[in-house]
C-alpha cells in the first residue's frame, strides 16, 4: 500500500509558503501522493489552485483531490481547469469527485444541492466527452484524461463509481469501515460488467506530539462543526502517536487499501519530518 | 461527582448502580414516575454473551439473578401441524419485576437515591448534577429536549402485537404459527420463571381487522387468543397485564449525548422485540457509560467514547432485529414450506445465525436440512449418514445437472475488437470453473455490434465469435462439471462511436447520448438477432442460456416505466412493458434445445419513484417462467443514476428470496456475498433427484466434491467427527475410506467405514453401500 500526505490548505494559520515548502519537502519525502480537501464556505484555499501551485514545484509526487465537490463547478470549465494541471504535472493527476456533505457550500455557490447526485453523474458523463473530443483544450497527456475517483457512501454514489470512475475515494473512518466501503464498491464494479478491480484510496487526519494533537483536535472540531456531534468522534480519531499511525496503515493495507493519504491537521513543517520518520519506522 | 437518572428502568438502575460503585464519592439520584412494584411486560430475555458481562459487571446482582432465572436451550417450532425442536441455543429469561427488585435492592445497599412516583417534564430537578441519564424509554421526555442532536427517527412496523403472559410453564422458546379464517397468526413465547411464560401474539393488520380485535377490549382480545392457541395452551390461561395491542416501533438517534446529558437504552435506541435483545442492549449501554466515565476525566471525551463504542453494537443489532421484524411481517410467504425447511429459515431469518453458526449449536438439525435438500421430499427415507450442506447439495434444471448450487462469473474483458475477445476465454473460464462452482456464467455478450456495452466488449454475433466461444465452454467441460450461459444484452454504458437502441430515446443523464427508440422493422431484427446468437450458443455448446433483462440494458428499459415511455403497445402497463420482452424471451425459447434450461437476468427494482418494484418484479418473474424461463436473477438499480442500490452484504439475496417464493421460479442470487454461509439463505424450491451428485465430471473432479463434502460434515458435528482416509475412483465407482470418530455419553468410539457408490453415465448414484461398522 501507498501512503500519501495532504497539503496543509485548510490547517489553522496555513500560509501559501508552508504550503509550497510542504509540497516541495514531500516530493523528496517517502510520500506517494499529494491530497486536498474541497471546501467553498470555509477558510480553505482552492484545491486546484492549490495543487497547481504544488504541481509547479514538484517532479514526481502523485496530485490528488479528495475529493473535489464536482457539483459546484461547471463542468466544461472543469474539464479544462483539471487537463490543465494535468498538462502542468503530466500523468500525476488523481481527481477525486464527490458531491461533498454541507448545503452551505451550495448556497454560496448559489447552487441549489437537490439532485447533486445525478448532476455529479452527468458531470462526469461529460468529462471523458470533453477531454476525447478535443474541442476544449488543453489535451491531457494521457489520451483518458486524469485517473478518476468517486467518493461517498450511498448505493448512488457507488454505482457512479462503478459506472465511470477508475476508483473509490473513502471519506475516512476506521479500517473496519473501509473494509466495508471496499466490499460495496466491488460489488458495484463487477454488477457493472467492469474487468479487473477499483483502485482504492483512503485517508485519515494525524498531528504528532501532544501539543499538535490538541490544535489538532481543535481544527477538525472547527472543520466538522456542521456534522453537529458526530465532529466529537472525528477530533477522537485524529491519529496523534506513532503506534496509531502504524496501526491505520495496517488495518487499512488489511482492507485492500492502495493508497492512505493522511492530512495534517497543524499548520507545521515538523509534521511532515515526523510523519516521514513513521513511515521510514515502518 | 453527582449523576441524575432518568427513568428507574433496567437501564437506569443498572447505571446508578454501577456508577455509585465506580465511584463512591458521587451522588446519585434515580427518579421513576411508577411506584417501586410497578411493571409492564412480563419476562426479558438474555445472551449467556450478556450474563458473562453482568457478572463482571456487579456479580452480587448477578447471583441473585442467577437464582431467580429460568434457562433453556431448546426452541420450539409449531408449524403445520409438526413441532420441530431445535437445541443447543442458551438462553435466560427472568421476570421483569424481579429484576427490577433486585436491581432496586442492590441500588440502596450501594446508597443509590431513589424516588418512585414522581412523574417529570424537565430537568429541573437535576440542575445541580454534573451528568443528567435519560432511561426514561421509548416514550420518554429527554430525548425531546435536544431533537436537532439527538435527531430521533421512528420507524412503525406494520404488524400488531400484543403481550400477555401465560400460566404455562414452557421449556423452550416456542414459536408457534397458526392460520384460521382471519389469517395467520404467530406466538413469540418463552419461560421467566418456574410457573410463567411470556406469551407474545403478533398478526398483520388486515387479520387484526378482520378478527375484530381492533374493537375488541382486554378480555375479548385474551378469549380469542386462548382459543386459537389452545392446543399449546393445553387448558392454561392467558394473563393480562395492560395487554393492548400496539404497532412496534423501530428508534434510531444520530446522537445519544448533548452537552451533560446522555441517553441509555429505549430512550436512545429500540430493537424488535422478535430477537429479544431490548434489555439487554439497555444493561449493556449503561456498563459501557461507566466504563467510560472511569477512563476519561472530560466528561466530552467519555460520552463521546460511548457512543463509539455503543453505537455499532447497537445497529448490528437493530439491522438484524429489521430483518427479524420483517420476516415475521411476511412469514405467509413461506407457507409452502416443510416443516424443516421452514424451522431453518425462521432460525435463520436475522442472518445473525447462519448456517454455520446452526451446525455448531445443533448439528442434528442441520442435518435434517442437508438431508431434505439433498435427498428429496422422501420422510419414507432414512436421511443419508453423510449429505452434503445445502450450497453443495446438487441441482437440476431440466437436462443440466449442477453439482452444487454456486455459480462463478468469469471476469469482464473489455479488448475485443467488433466483439472478438483479444484474450483468450478459456483459461478465463476454466479458472472461474477451477473455484468449484457448479455453474459458471460468462459476462455479458452482446448479441448485435451496436448491442455491446463498449467497444471492446464481447460478442456472439460474427461466426469468427463461435471460435472463442467454444473454446471457453471446452474449457468448463474438460476440467469440472460446471455450465456455462450465454448472455444477451444492448444499450450501451459508455460511448462506442455508435448510436443505441432503447425503448425509449431517453439517455442515461441529460448530458448522455440518448438512444435511439425502436420502431418499425427494429423488434423483427433485434429479436432475430437474438435467436441467432441463441443458435450460435447451441453450436458453441453452452449448458444455460441466460437472457439479460436487468441494470439499464435493452430488455430491462422495457420492463421500467422510467426508461420506457412509449405509447404504443410496448409501453404503458406492466403488461405492454413484458411485451417484448416476453417476445424475445418466446423466440430465444423456441430456438434453444428444449432439454437446456433458460434462465433471465431481470431488473427487479429501480429504486426511484415511478421505477419497476419487487412486486413487480414478481408478476415479471411469474411472466417469464411461464414462457420457459427456469431461473431467475433477480438486479437492481441502474436504471437512473439516483436509482436506489445497497450493495451491501448480500444486498440482492432478499429480492431472490421473494422471486423464489412468489413467483415460484428458482431463483439465482447475487451481490456482494462474500461468504457460503449467506449463500446458503439461498434453497431450491423443487425437489432434487435422489442421490444426484456429479454431472459429468472427471474422475478427479468427482472425488474432489465428495471428499470436500465429507470433510465439511466432519467439521460439523460436535460428537461426531468423520476422516476420510482416501477415496479410489474408477469409471463407475467411487470407493471412500473413512473413519468415523463419536463421542456419546462421554465415551469416545472410533469406527471405519467403506462407502461405495456406484455411478451411473449421466452422473447419478446408483446405489450407496456403507461396509464396516
Keep these: ?224 462543526a456542521f456534522t453537529g456531534p458526530f465532529a466529537e468522534k472525528v477530533a477522537a480519531a485524529n491519529l496523534t502517536s506513532p503506534g496509531s499511525i502504524v496501526d491505520m496503515l495496517r488495518g487499512y493495507e488489511e482492507a485492500g487499501c492502495d493508497q492512505l493519504v493522511l492530512f495534517p491537521t497543524v499548520s507545521e513543517l515538523e509534521q511532515l519530518d515526523r510523519l516521514g520518520e513513521v513511515l521510514a519506522g515502518r | 461527582m453527582k449523576y441524575g437518572v432518568v427513568g428507574g428502568g433496567p437501564a437506569g438502575l443498572y447505571f446508578a448502580l454501577l456508577s455509585r460503585k465506580a465511584d463512591p464519592s458521587a451522588e446519585v439520584r434515580v427518579v421513576e414516575r411508577n411506584a417501586p412494584d410497578a411493571t409492564f411486560g412480563w419476562g426479558v430475555v438474555f445472551s449467556e454473551e450478556t450474563l458473562g458481562a453482568l457478572r463482571d459487571a456487579d456479580f452480587e446482582s448477578y447471583t441473585q439473578i442467577q437464582d431467580s432465572f429460568a434457562r433453556w436451550s431448546a426452541i420450539d417450532i409449531h408449524y403445520a401441524g409438526a413441532l420441530i425442536r431445535s437445541r443447543g441455543h442458551v438462553f435466560t429469561g427472568i421476570s421483569r419485576r424481579v429484576l427490577l427488585g433486585i436491581l432496586q435492592r442492590r441500588c440502596l445497599e450501594v446508597g443509590v437515591e431513589l424516588r418512585f412516583d414522581t412523574e417529570l417534564h ?134 445519544w449525548h448533548h452537552d451533560r446529558v446522555v441517553l441509555l437504552g429505549d430512550a436512545a435506541h429500540t430493537a424488535h422485540f422478535s430477537i429479544g435483545s431490548g434489555t439487554k442492549l439497555a444493561m449493556e449501554d449503561a456498563i459501557a457509560l461507566v466504563d467510560s466515565l472511569r477512563r476519561h476525566r472530560d466528561l466530552e471525551a467519555a460520552l463521546t467514547d460511548y457512543e463509539l463504542e455503543r453505537q455499532p453494537v447497537v445497529e448490528r443489532f437493530q439491522e438484524a432485529a429489521l430483518e427479524s421484524a420483517a420476516y415475521f411481517e411476511h412469514v405467509s410467504r413461506y407457507e409452502g414450506f416443510a416443516p424443516i425447511q421452514f424451522a431453518f429459515n425462521l432460525l435463520t431469518r436475522s442472518r445473525r445465525i447462519t448456517y454455520v453458526n446452526l451446525s455448531v449449536r445443533d448439528p442434528v438439525l442441520t442435518r435434517s436440512v442437508d438431508a431434505f435438500l439433498a435427498d428429496g421430499r422422501r420422510p419414507d427415507r432414512e436421511p443419508p449418514l453423510v449429505a452434503v450442506p445445502p450450497l453443495f447439495a446438487p441441482f437440476s434444471i431440466r437436462s443440466a445437472h449442477l453439482v452444487n448450487r454456486v455459480a462463478a462469473a468469469m471476469p469482464a474483458t473489455e479488448d475485443g475488437v467488433d466483439g472478438l475477445p483479444a484474450t483468450p476465454l478459456a483459461p478465463l473460464s476454466a479458472s472461474a470453473a477451477a473455484s468449484g462452482a457448479g455453474l459458471v456464467l460468462t459476462e455479458m455478450v452482446a448479441v448485435a455490434a451496436e448491442g455491446r456495452i463498449g467497444a471492446g466488449s464481447p460478442g456472439l454475433y460474427r461466426p469468427e465469435h463461435l471460435h472463442a466461444w467454444k473454446e471457453a465452454v471446452a474449457a468448463v467441460h474438460d476440467s469440472s462439471p460446471a455450465r456455462i450461459r450465454h448472455q444477451g444484452i444492448d444499450r450501451p454504458l459508455r460511448q462506442g462511436g455508435w448510436t443505441t437502441l432503447a425503448a425509449s430515446a431517453v439517455s442515461y443523464t441529460p448530458r448522455g447520448v440518448a438512444p435511439r427508440a425502436m420502431d418499425g422493422d427494429d423488434f423483427t431484427r433485434i429479436k432475430a438477432a437474438f435467436v441467432t446468437a441463441a443458435e450460435m450458443a447451441v453450436e458453441c455448446g453452452f449448458d444455460l442460456l441466460a437472457l439479460d433483462a436487468g441494470l439499464g440494458y435493452l430488455l430491462a428499459g422495457f420492463l421500467s416505466p422510467l426508461a420506457n415511455r412509449r405509447a404504443d403497445v410496448y409501453g404503458g402497463s406492466l403488461e405492454n412493458r413484458l411485451r417484448f420482452p416476453l417476445e424475445v424471451a418466446a423466440a430465444v425459447r423456441g430456438a434453444w434445445p428444449s432439454d437446456r434450461p433458460m434462465a433471465l437476468r431481470l431488473n427487479a427494482a429501480d429504486g426511484t419513484v415511478g421505477g419497476v418494484t419487487l412486486d413487480d418484479a414478481v408478476l415479471m418473474a411469474a411472466a417469464f417462467r411461464e414462457r420457459g424461463c427456469d431461473l431467475v436473477h433477480p438486479v437492481l438499480g441502474q436504471t437512473t443514476p439516483d436509482g436506489w442500490s445497497d450493495y451491501g452484504r448480500a444486498f440482492g439475496v432478499p429480492a431472490a428470496d421473494r422471486v423464489r417464493n412468489e413467483a415460484h421460479v428458482p431463483a439465482l442470487a447475487s451481490g456482494n456475498i462474500t461468504s457460503a454461509d449467506e449463500g446458503r439463505r439461498r434453497r431450491p424450491r423443487r425437489p432434487l433427484p435422489p442421490g444426484a451428485i456429479v454431472g459429468k465430471p472427471s474422475a478427479r473432479s468427482r472425488a474432489q466434491a465428495i471428499k470436500a463434502a465429507q470433510r465439511r460434515q466432519g467439521e460439523m458435528f460436535d460428537s461426531l467427527h468423520l476422516d476420510v482416509h482416501d477415496i479410489l475412483v474408477s469409471d463407475a465407482h467411487v470407493v471412500s475410506l473413512m473413519t468415523l470418530k463419536t463421542s456419546k455419553g462421554g465415551q469416545p468410539a472410533e469406527q471405519k467405514l467403506v462407502q461405495v457408490a456406484h455411478v451411473t453415465d449421466d452422473g447419478k448414484v446408483k446405489e450407496l453401500w456403507t461396509l464396516g461398522g
Excluded at chain 1, 475517483?149 to 471519506?171: E, I, K, P, T
Design chain 1, 1 to 224: 500500500m501507498r501512503v500519501g500526505v495532504g497539503l496543509p490548505t485548510s490547517t489553522a494559520n496555513a500560509t501559501g509558503e508552508l504550503l509550497v515548502e510542504w509540497a516541495r519537502r514531500a516530493d523528496g519525502g517517502p510520500f506517494n501522493s499529494l491530497g486536498v480537501v474541497d471546501r467553498v464556505a470555509y477558510r480553505n484555499l482552492e484545491p486546484l489552485v492549490a495543487l497547481a501551485a504544488a504541481a509547479a514545484v514538484t517532479r514526481r509526487i502523485e496530485l490528488l483531490t479528495m475529493v473535489l465537490i464536482g457539483p459546484l463547478r461547471n463542468p466544461t470549465l472543469l474539464a479544462k481547469q483539471l487537463a490543465s494541471i494535468e498538462v502542468l504535472a503530466p500523468g500525476r493527476l488523481t481527481v477525486g469527485l464527490g458531491v461533498g456533505a454541507r448545503d452551505d457550500d451550495y448556497t454560496v455557490a448559489e447552487l441549489d444541492p437537490r439532485r447533486r447526485g445525478a448532476r455529479l453523474a452527468d458531470q462526469l458523463e461529460l468529462l471523458r466527452t470533453v477531454w476525447e473530443a478535443g474541442r476544449v483544450g488543453p489535451r491531457p497527456s494521457s489520451p483518458a484524461g486524469p485517473r478518476i475517483l468517486v467518493g461517498g457512501g450511498s448505493g448512488q454514489a457507488f454505482a457512479r463509481m462503478a459506472r465511470y470512475a477508475d476508483g473509490y475515494a473513502h471519506g475516512g473512518g476506521p479500517p473496519r469501515a473501509f473494509a466495508s466501503a471496499v466490499s460495496k464498491a466491488r460489488a458495484a464494479w463487477t454488477e457493472a460488467g467492469r474487468p479487473g478491480t477499483p483502485l482504492f484510496y483512503g485517508m485519515a487526519y494525524f498531528a504528532l506530539g501532544e501539543e499538535a494533537a490538541n490544535t489538532g483536535a481543535a481544527y477538525l472540531r472547527h472543520y466538522y
Design chain 2, 122 to 255: 424537565d430537568l429541573a430537578a437535576f440542575d445541580d448534577c454534573d451528568l443528567v441519564v435519560g432511561a426514561d424509554g421509548v416514550n420518554g421526555f429527554v430525548r425531546g429536549l435536544s431533537p436537532e442532536t439527538f435527531k430521533p427517527a421512528l420507524h412503525v412496523h406494520d404488524t400488531k402485537y400484543a403481550w400477555f403472559g401465560t400460566d404455562l410453564p414452557l421449556d423452550a422458546f416456542t414459536f408457534i404459527f397458526r392460520r384460521n379464517e382471519h389469517g395467520l397468526f404467530q406466538v413469540h413465547a418463552y419461560p421467566f420463571d418456574a410457573r410463567t411464560s411470556t406469551f407474545i401474539v403478533e398478526c398483520p393488520q388486515d387479520a387484526f381487522r378482520r378478527a375484530g380485535l381492533d374493537q375488541a377490549g382486554e378480555a375479548a382480545s385474551i378469549a380469542y387468543c386462548e382459543r386459537l392457541f389452545e392446543p399449546e395452551l393445553r387448558g392454561h390461561r392467558l394473563l393480562s397485564n395492560r395487554s393492548l395491542w400496539v404497532s412496534f416501533a423501530t428508534l434510531r438517534s444520530a446522537a
